[in-house]
């Protein structure tokens, strides 16, 4: 029995330093999931605040390309006056103007397409001079023309709202321009902003990932350490219960040896032999006496 008792000791010993062991390795994948539940936690609160962020400024981006729409209906309804301006006012000049197709622009062509050949051109006197007094009809002509014009109230009156029509149609130009412009800014923005909580949450992920496999080995190591732990409470309800009854074995060979040992001293005192104050306490203690 001894020799199982030693056998059964080095066993649970074995079994023991496995809990351990295994105890260690859970820890030690517990606190790695742990780091990486903070990790994960971490890029997922990034991925939160730039998709927050992407939607403010989509809203913002929406916003400018209402006013990108807005200036622009008002810019088109400008061109379409601008438009309507421009033929009326032709017209108006048309009805001042000699019924000839003529045009102030045509007669302004003429004269610099004139001019041009007079400073290019190598002439003679006489041709210059043609030249020159070409000119001066054409200029006559033109600045009549222009009088013509210039002195119309209707056509005064049309011009001045044909430029301001103009003057407000390049504003709101301009004004389609500007938001147009901050609204590409705010949309480049805006995705760089989904790009990269793109970006972070792929990140994250691979944190989550990290995170259950450490945790599954961190519980593979757990349930080996409630095993060996089992087998180590195992081995010490044996152990137990053998050195109980190794202990009752020797305790019932003692009293057998006592037994014997007072049945001896018993038939000696029998016979009249003379006993000690020991022999006669160990027959009181076998209940012989």
């Known amino acids: 029995m001894t020799e199982l008792l030693e056998e059964l000791e080095e066993k649970k010993e074995k079994a023991n330093h496995l809990a351990d062991k295994y105890k260690r390795l859970r820890n030690e994948k517990n606190d790695e999931a742990n780091k990486w539940v903070e990790k994960r936690d971490e890029l997922n609160a990034e991925v939160k605040e730039l998709i927050e962020t992407g939607n403010e400024l989509k809203e913002e981006r929406d916003e400018l390309n209402e006013n990108v729409q ?3 209906e008002k810019r088109d309804e400008l061109n379409k006056r601008v438009n309507d301006l421009s033929k009326k006012l032709k017209r108006e000049k048309n009805k ?13 062509k003429e004269i610099e397409e004139l001019e041009f050949k007079q400073m290019t051109n190598v002439l003679s006197s ?3 001079k043609e030249i020159v007094d070409k000119i001066s009809d054409l200029q006559k002509e033109l600045n009549e023309r222009k009088k013509l014009i210039e002195e119309n109230d209707e056509i005064k009156k049309l011009s001045q709202e044909l430029d301001e ?3 407000k149609a390049e504003e709101y130009h301009q004004k389609v321009s500007d938001f147009a412009e901050e609204a590409q800014e705010i949309h480049d923005k805006m995705l760089e902003n989904f790009q990269k909580a793109d970006e972070v949450r792929k990140k994250a992920d691979e944190a ?4 259950l496999k450490a945790k599954k080995k961190g519980d593979e190591y757990h349930e080996k350490h409630i095993e060996a732990v089992n087998q180590v409470q195992d081995y010490s309800k044996i152990i137990s219960g053998l050195k109980k009854k190794q202990r009752k074995a020797k305790k019932e060979k003692e009293e057998t040896e006592a037994q014997k040992e007072a049945q001896e001293l018993y038939d000696k005192f029998k016979k009249g032999e003379k006993l000690g104050t020991d022999d006669i306490m160990t027959l009181q203690k076998a209940g012989l006496l």
Do not use: G, M, T
């Open 126 to 128: 006489e041709k210059e």
């Open 208 to 211: 989550q990932e990290k995170f």
């Open 70 to 72: 807005e200036y622009k």
């Open 165 to 167: 029509a103009k003057e």
């Open 96 to 108: 001042v103007l000699p019924n000839d197709d003529r045009s102030i622009e045509k007669i302004e």
